[in-house]
């Protein structure tokens, strides 16, 4: 194990920072994802109700590494068939569109559910005051359900976190990728596997504990 550390700790580092990466610009595309299709859902319209609905239940069923591979393989060949022969996506790119729009469907649900924990007068008071639908969201509900959100949120960025092994298979070089690389290298899988899952351990932990002080900072603060 000691070898492998020396050898190659710096790669494994590096490794963790695109791991890191990937998660914080799937989660950032995922949050506007999901408050767009949450708005739909949490509004009157049916027809948005009926888009929201079918992207949540819809990108939901859809197992992750099918939608990269469609994402990766599918994409790029529907593309070329358009007639644009040079349109590539990195595994970067690709890995961060279909990790977002999976996040993005779950996080549709923890702001839907967010937005529907503050009480229904506190919409009803801000409009009876002149604010449009969508001040009233922006200014006096969403602050109040961010306070809901934040654990849920959190727990989230660690399941995402934990979904880009999966896109090892198209070869975006995070920590799983990079364990297979050196376990093939070394032989020693034991220990590969051993170093690369204490690597994820320790910061799904720190996340872990960081979420459980905020929720408890929000119930005390209530």
Known sequence: MIMIIEKYGSMLMQ???KTLLLTLLSLFFAMI???????????KNRFFNFIGTAYVDGVRGVPLIVLAYFIYFGVPAGVKMMGVQDFRL????????ALAMNCGAYMAE????????VDKGQMEASRSLGLSYAKSMRLVVLPQAIRTMVPSIINQFIITLKDTSILSVIGFPELTNLGKTISGNTFKSLETWAIIGIMYMIVIVTLSKVAKRIERRINFGR
């Open 15 to 17: 490794a963790l920072g």
């Open 110 to 117: 923890i702001i839907r559910a967010g937005i529907e924990s």
């Open 33 to 43: 994802i999901g408050l767009i299709f949450s708005l739909m859902n949490v509004g």
């Open 90 to 97: 990195s595994a970067l790119q690709a890995g961060t569109i």
